[in-house]
C-alpha cells in the first residue's frame, strides 16, 4: 500500500505545484479573464496543461523505465537466454502485428516485467533478473505475451488518454467552483481581478480532492486491461503457461520494486483491502486465474 499512496500523493503534487506555478504568473486568472475568452480560455488553458503533460510523460516513458530500473537493452544477445529471450518477444510482435519492441533486462529479485512506449511499433519490453530465474521458459514466453499484449492493445496510449482527460477535468472543475467560492467569499468584487486568495486556496484542495476520484477512475481502466493482457498472454502461449505463470507470481505476495512512474505497467502490483483496492493498478492475482479459466471454458 505503500507504493499506492507514493504513486497519489505524486499525481497530487504535481497537481500542487501547478497551483502554485499559475498562481505565481496569474496563468489560469489570465485564462478565465473575459478579456482571454472566459470558459473558452480556461478550457484550453486545462487541456494544454492536463493532455500536455500526460503525454510528456508518455514520450518520456522509455527513457523513465530504462533509468529508474537501470534496464539493460539487448542490443547484441551475449547468451544463450537472452537470444532466446529477443526470438520469443520477437515472435510473439510478429503474431500481434507490431513492430519488434526493444527488449530489456532489469536487475531485481522478485519476479516482474513491464512494458511501455509511445506507440505499438516504438515499445520497450523488459523482464527482471528475478523472473529469468524463477520461472521456467513456458512461464516466461506466457508472461512476454502478456506484456505484448498491452503493447499491441494500445494500453500505454489509451491509459495517457484516460489520465489526461481526466486531468484536463481535474484542473477546470477546480477552478471553475474555486471562482465561485472566490466571488461569493468577496461579494463579487474578484470576479475581474482575477481571483483572490481564496481562489487560490480553495482550487489547491480541490485539485486533491478531484485528483483522487480520477485516480481512482485510472486505477480501475488498469485493472481492466490487466485482464485482456492475460488473453493477450494465454493466445500467444496458451491457457496453461499463462495460468501457471500468474500462479508462480503468487510467490512474490503483491511485492515489487519497480518505480511508482511505471508500477502499473508491471506483471503484477501491490495489494489492498477495502477501501485502499479502488487504486489499486493490478486485480488479485486469484481474480485473474479465475477469468482465465473462465475464459478456458466459455
Known amino acids: 500500500m505503500r507504493r499506492i499512496g507514493l504513486f497519489i500523493a505524486t499525481n497530487l503534487a504535481v497537481l500542487l505545484l501547478l497551483s ?12 478565465a479573464s473575459h478579456r482571454y475568452g472566459g470558459m473558452g480560455g480556461l478550457l484550453a488553458f486545462a487541456a494544454v496543461f492536463g493532455m500536455g503533460g500526460a503525454f510528456i510523460s508518455l514520450a518520456l516513458s522509455k527513457w523513465m523505465a530504462r533509468m529508474s530500473t537501470g534496464a539493460r537493452v539487448i542490443e547484441q544477445p551475449q547468451n544463450e537466454t537472452e ?12 503474431n500481434a502485428g507490431i513492430g519488434m519492441p526493444e527488449v530489456a533486462i532489469y536487475d531485481a529479485p522478485e519476479m516482474n516485467a513491464f512494458a511501455t512506449g509511445m506507440t505499438r511499433n516504438s515499445a520497450l519490453v523488459a523482464v527482471s533478473s528475478g523472473l529469468l530465474q524463477q520461472m521456467d521458459r513456458d512461464q516466461v514466453t506466457a508472461v512476454l505475451g502478456h506484456e505484448i499484449g498491452h503493447v499491441a492493445n494500445g494500453d500505454m496510449v489509451t491509459l495517457t488518454l484516460i489520465q489526461g482527460v481526466l486531468n484536463t477535468l ?21 470576479e475581474n481581478r482575477g481571483g483572490g486568495l481564496g481562489y487560490f486556496v480553495v482550487v489547491m484542495v480541490l485539485q486533491m480532492v478531484f485528483g483522487l476520484f480520477a485516480s481512482m477512475i ?16 494465454a493466445r500467444f502461449a496458451g491457457r496453461g503457461s499463462m495460468i501457471s505463470a500468474l500462479q508462480r507470481l503468487q510467490v512474490n505476495h503483491g511485492a515489487s520494486t519497480l518505480p511508482n512512474t511505471i508500477a502499473a505497467f508491471g506483471i503484477s502490483g501491490p495489494l489492498a483491502e477495502g477501501f ?23
Open 218 to 233: 485510472v486505477a480501475a481502466f488498469s485493472r481492466w486491461r490487466e485482464f485482456r493482457a492475460d488473453a493477450a498472454g
Open 170 to 190: 481535474v484542473i477546470l472543475a477546480a477552478r471553475v467552483v474555486g471562482n465561485l467560492v472566490d466571488n461569493w467569499l468577496s461579494g463579487g468584487r474578484s
Open 20 to 31: 502554485i506555478v499559475c498562481r505565481i504568473f496569474g496563468i489560469d486568472q489570465l485564462a
Open 83 to 94: 537470444r532466446w529471450l529477443v526470438d520469443t518477444v520477437r515472435r510473439h510482435a510478429q
Open 276 to 298: 485502499k483496492r479502488l487504486f489499486m493498478s493490478h486485480p488479485p492475482l486469484e481474480e485473474r486465474i479465475a477469468a482465465l479459466r473462465n475464459l478456458e471454458a466459455a
